[in-house]
């Protein structure tokens, strides 16, 4: 519970211009200066404002010599891996349009024909590395902390995303090509991004115990369905590769994998 040493005055803001604070029964007590005890009146009062003005930044001076507490320390880093994440991504993201450049040709038939394919190829990457960070995010948004070992396999999602503009210009300039390593190096790299993805959050779920407060059957439900993209995504390297037998087997356990986790999903629905 927040003491009254743990007021600062950007609480009071906050309680100002949420518009929630008009109401003395919506204000909790704790962030209540002493100033107003039974009744809280119009924060837009400017005698109860310059009092809690002046209340508030007398706490902040005191918490000066306060330490910094272990509940303070997790919250940073968990706010500066969130901040990392972001930015990686949206530069990902950014870049992957960068790199449309096909080459120049005459006609109108000929401009639709050179940017058909790097277009259908950019929105593609972009749905895919967009659904990366939806599901980046849900993992972050459950978690109670970070820890080390969650801050590498973090960083290795990270590492692997922002390669995704190099990948899309290399599957670029080898489409035009019959060999295949354009699409072999693509799926790869996209496999790559679901396993780290479901590294992580079966790291933060089952052997950190980071996320406790999601229900088992649903945690393994979601980490079956991120091995299920990175499956299918590594049948489609087997087959650019021309092992077809292989593809085949591995993208029929992959689907064998999504109707599990679809059952421990609903599961999971039916116990909540």
């Known amino acids: 519970m927040q003491t009254r040493g743990d007021f600062h005055q950007h609480d009071l803001g906050h309680i100002i211009l949420s518009g929630f604070s008009r109401d003395p029964a919506e204000v909790p007590k704790h962030v209540r200066p002493p100033c107003q005890t039974k009744a809280y009146p119009d924060p837009l009062d400017s005698c109860m404002i310059t009092r809690c003005h002046l209340w508030g930044r007398k706490d902040v001076e005191a918490n000066h010599q306060l330490p910094v507490r272990e509940h303070h320390v997790h919250q940073?880093?968990?706010?500066?891996?969130?901040?990392l994440s972001d930015g990686v991504?949206?530069?990902?993201?950014t870049l992957s349009a960068v790199e449309l450049k096909p080459e120049e040709t005459a006609g109108a038939h000929g401009l639709v024909a050179q940017w058909a394919?790097?277009?259908l190829v950019y929105f593609l990457s972009f749905f895919i590395v967009g659904g990366v960070w939806m599901q980046h995010r849900r993992v972050l948004t459950h978690l109670r902390h970070v820890d080390t070992p969650m801050t590498l396999l973090t960083l290795?999602?990270?590492?692997?995303?922002s390669l995704m503009p190099v990948v899309i210009r290399v599957f670029l300039t080898a489409a035009s090509g019959d060999s295949g390593e354009g699409m072999l190096i693509y799926s790869l790299a996209?496999?790559?991004n679901y396993l780290c993805l479901a590294a992580s959050w079966g790291y933060a779920v089952f052997i950190g115990k980071l996320a406790p407060d999601v229900p088992a059957p649903r945690a393994l439900s979601w980490l079956l369905r991120d091995v299920f993209v990175a499956m299918l995504f590594g049948a489609t390297a087997l087959f650019s590769a021309h092992m077809k037998i292989a593809a085949i087997s591995v993208c029929?356990?992959?689907i064998a994998l999504r109707f599990v986790s679809g059952k421990l999903a609903r599961r999971a629905e039916a116990a909540a």
């Open 89 to 93: 991504f949206a530069i990902a993201l």
């Open 76 to 83: 940073r880093h968990f706010d500066r891996l969130v901040m």
């Open 252 to 254: 029929v356990a992959g």
């Open 117 to 119: 394919t790097p277009l």
């Open 190 to 192: 996209l496999m790559a």
């Open 156 to 161: 290795a999602v990270l590492s692997v995303v």
